[in-house]
């Protein structure tokens, strides 16, 4: 692996992985990553994610959109994956020329840049909540984003503001962008859960298993294999609720569809033996409760497998280019200051000047 590929990996390993809905909360992300600096790697790739499962994708050396899961292509024609690569085309061309814009607004010149946006929807189908963002980052940070309630972009660093000033006086397209948000959108993804409805609403008990590696480690408790991803890996103690020393992982994917997700806990061996510990693991969806008893400190520990799933975490995430900024929350912009002078139809991306 070149240096250059090695910090596009590192960068995609500082974030961890999108945020994917539960049972009832459906989303539909779409993830546009234009790259430069990076022989052998598509300058532009842009993926569709509904409830964490990639529907669709298009990069810029095959230049076609195609479908993802069988469900997409069975109940799609051919007039929409031609309309949507015609409009990634041109969303390429614009993301290229982003890029260059970026360069010369931080005064940057070669190396690796990843300029990218993160747009879509989610829908409550219990409660009838919707939601909708529209996000840019570049090399890792955020860049812009609109807000939906005033209709107007939100610039967190300098270099983003000239831009802010010229999309925010195009008050038709932020129009145009709240009504695909709240209804259009919507729309296409209640037609996609309800295609891929046999797989997306499915649920699959977990496996939990507890392990230490030395006798001065933190014990693991690991939950995997469990469908859908909405999941809480919490600590008992005695019976009760236990927060003290834990540490919480992030839900991570599996290569068959499913997820895993781990919890860490400190725990001294007279502690340990006076007592009562257990993991206990809540799937949405899924009305059991799965638990792992610790036992007591005299039991040999287990000793853990290390298996391939950060690198495959590494090869899913370049591959499918997964937003690479750093995850916050959707309200979580902080403006700068602003004294410096299809279903994919919304994210047909402007130009920057």
Sequence with gaps: MNVNMKAFVLLVLGIGLLHIASAVTHSLRYFYTGTTGIPDFPEFVDVGVVNGKVISYYDSITKRKVP????????????YWNEGTDQLKGTEQSFKANIQ???????????VHVFQNMYGCEWDDESGATEGFYQFGYDGEDFLAFDLKTTKWIAPTPQAVITKHKWDSNTADNEYKKNYFTQECIDWLKKYVDYGKSTLMRTVHPSVSLFQKTP??????????????????SWQKDGQD???DVEYGETLPNDDGTFQKSSHLTVTPEDRKNS??????????????FIGVL???DAPNFVPIIGGVVALLVIVAVVVGVVIWKKKSKKGFVPASTSDTSSENSGRAAQMT
């Design 216 to 233: 001065s480690s933190p014990v693991t408790c690991r939950a995997t294999g469990f469908y859908p991803s909405d999941v809480m890996v």
């Design 68 to 79: 993802k899961q069988s469900w997409m292509e069975e109940n799609l024609n051919q007039q």
């Design 276 to 289: 009562k510990y257990q993991c206990l693991v809540q799937v949405k969806g899924i009305k059991e409760d």
């Design 295 to 297: 036992p007591g400190p």
């Design 101 to 111: 814009i970026a360069q010369t607004r931080f005064n940057q010149t070669g190396g």
């Design 242 to 244: 236990h927060h003290e």
